[in-house]
């Protein structure tokens, strides 16, 4: 489990979150929304422990010590949005090699290429690519890692529906296996549809909807299983989990949209 505890996160000055707590569990997709400048990303980073802020409060990462750095980032990983993890000078299959060898994964280059579907411009430069395509590469980065917790940072920015269904269905299968992922996005249809639980930002805390049954992602069969998924109707969402980590949320909202909507507008 990674487990967030009387988190608090400054940057320049200023408080963006204030002593919140959270887990994410082996196994769940968690959404995390809020309009921009409300520290998503700062909190993605401090979670895995890249310093992008003050950071007080911990940071758990399953039942390994503090001390122990290398095993605690080698189980969680972090994707920036809009390809800044990227090198432009490097192709795709480069990145992907070069990941491979930095994370000793043992998934197969072709495999994870085929199933992001970026086996077409493998032997494209990144500062050739459009910026979807380095969306597909920095997914494809993220999965074969093999962490056990995916931090990903606006996964479906730039990417066309036909991908967003691809990665909706590998992200669920990951899901099965037992990876736990959690993504900030825009995309609030995405975020019903994907999502076992979503955390919003509101007043320097966290209000967190769920849990939920699991969502099925549209009909894909997933590159990274044998299995295939299936359809299923957006869940809808629970009252607001009860504890003291958490504040109340709006009655009554089973969307996405709906507690945007009740929450910043």
């Known amino acids: 489990m990674l487990s967030v505890t009387n988190l608090t996160l400054s940057y320049g000055g200023r408080v963006l979150l204030q002593n919140v707590s959270f887990d994410l569990e082996p196994g769940c ?132 529906p036909t991908n967003v269904q691809l990665n909706s269905a590998i992200m669920r299968s990951l899901a099965q296996r037992g990876t736990g992922i959690i993504m900030s996005s825009h995309i609030l249809d995405n975020v019903d549809q994907l999502s076992d639980k979503i955390l919003f930002v509101k007043d320097k805390g966290l209000v967190l909807f769920g849990p939920s049954a699991p969502a099925a992602p549209a009909s894909t069969a997933s590159p990274l299983s044998s299995a295939s998924a299936s359809t299923a109707a957006s869940p809808a969402h629970a009252a607001p989990s009860a504890g003291a980590h958490f504040a109340s949320g709006p009655a009554c909202a089973s969307k996405a949209i709906d507690i945007y909507n009740e929450l910043y507008l």
């Open 29 to 160: 997709i968690m959404g995390l929304v809020a309009p921009n400048g409300y520290g998503k990303t700062t909190l993605l980073k401090a979670m895995a422990n890249i310093k992008a802020a003050r950071v007080t409060g911990a940071i758990a990462v399953d039942d390994l010590p503090a001390n122990q750095v290398a095993r605690r980032r080698a189980r969680v990983f972090y994707a920036p949005g809009e390809g800044t993890l990227l090198y432009p000078g490097m192709t795709v299959g480069d990145h992907l090699a070069m990941t491979r060898k930095l994370w000793r994964s043992q998934s197969s280059i072709d495999d994870v290429a085929r199933a992001c579907r970026v086996d077409g411009f493998l032997s494209k430069r990144v500062r050739a690519c459009s910026q979807g395509m380095r969306q597909q590469l920095t997914l494809a980065i993220a999965y074969m890692t093999g962490a056990r917790y995916l931090l990903l940072d606006e996964p479906m920015n730039a990417l066309d």
